[in-house]
C-alpha cells in the first residue's frame, strides 16, 4: 500500500529524514514513534505530498507521490497534528466541500455524514461555523472528512490530542475496522501505551534516522514498548 524507500529530506545543513524505508501493507495499522524534532512529521508530509523531499521515493498503490501526486492524493486521506479547518464554514459546509473533491454522490456522503457525525456526537454542532469548536471538536471534524471518500490508506500526526476518552476509544475502533477491511494507517503518536495496544507493526525514528521496526512483538520483545523507547533513546545521550 505505502512503500518508503531511501527517503531523505534536507533543511540547510540538517538531514530531518535521513535514508528512511519503510513498507506499510493493506490490513496494517502501524505506529511511527520519536522524540519531538526526530523528523515523524516531516516524513508524513512528504508521503502525502505535502513537502518536497531531496532523495528517495514514495508510493502509494504503487504510484509515486512525485510523479503521479493526484492519483495517490485520491488514495489516501491525511489529518495533521493541528487540523487546518476552514473556520468561515460550518461543520456540515466543510464536510460536503471534502465530499466534492472527492466526487463522494449527495447519497453516499449523507448517510456517513449521519453516521460519523452521531458516532462522535458532532450531529448538534454541524450547523455552527467551525470558528465556535474547540480543539477536540475540530479533531472530530477532521476525522470524520478523512473517512468521508473512504480512501484505502489513512495518514495521522498525532490523532489522539485533543480527543476526550470516548472519542478516543472510538477512534480506535474505527482505526481497527478500517484496517480489518483492507485499509491502511500510518500515524505518528506519543501514547505508546496505545501504539503498544492497537499497531499491528511500529517504527521507531531517532534524529531522522530508523532506528527499530517490526512488528510489535519484534521491537520490544518482553518489555513495554516504552521501555524500549526509553531505552533506545538513552543510547543517544
Known amino acids: 500500500m505505502l512503500n518508503i524507500q531511501h527517503l531523505t529530506k534536507v533543511y540547510g545543513e540538517k538531514k530531518a529524514v535521513d535514508d528512511l524505508s519503510l513498507h506499510i501493507a493493506p490490513g ?16 508524513l ?21 512525485r510523479t503521479d501526486p493526484i492519483a495517490c492524493k485520491r488514495e489516501l486521506a491525511y489529518i495533521p497534528d493541528n487540523p487546518d479547518l ?11 466541500f471534502i465530499a466534492d473533491i472527492f466526487g463522494v454522490s449527495s447519497e453516499v456522503r449523507g448517510q456517513r455524514i449521519h453516521d460519523y457525525a452521531a458516532r462522535f456526537e458532532l450531529t448538534d454542532d454541524l450547523a455552527q461555523p ?8 475540530k479533531q472530530k471534524l477532521a476525522i470524520i472528512s478523512a473517512w468521508l471518500h473512504q480512501p484505502r490508506l489513512i495518514i495521522m500526526d498525532e490523532p489522539f490530542v485533543g480527543l476526550d476518552p470516548k472519542a478516543s476509544h472510538l477512534l480506535k475502533g474505527m482505526m481497527r475496522e478500517f484496517c ?3 485499509g491502511a494507517i500510518f500515524f505518528s ?14 517504527a521507531i525514528i531517532r534524529g531522522g534516522k530508523l532506528i527499530r521496526s517490526g512488528t510489535m ?21
Open 28 to 43: 496494517e495499522i502501524y505506529g511511527f514513534i520519536g522524540h519531538n524534532g526526530a523528523g515523524k512529521t516531516t516524513t
Open 45 to 65: 508530509r512528504s508521503v502525502v505530498g505535502i513537502l518536497q523531499f531531496d532523495a528517495g521515493e514514495i508510493t502509494i498503490g504503487g504510484k509515486s507521490i
Open 86 to 96: 476552514y473556520d468561515y464554514m460550518t461543520g456540515i459546509r466543510y464536510l460536503n
Open 130 to 137: 467551525i470558528a465556535a469548536y474547540s480543539h477536540g471538536m
Open 180 to 182: 480489518d477491511a483492507g
Open 189 to 202: 503518536t506519543h501514547v505508546l501505551e496505545v501504539a503498544e495496544k492497537l499497531c499491528d507493526k511500529v
Open 217 to 237: 512483538e519484534e521491537v520490544k520483545g518482553d518489555d513495554s514498548l516504552e521501555e524500549v523507547f526509553l531505552e533506545l533513546e538513552g543510547e543517544s545521550c
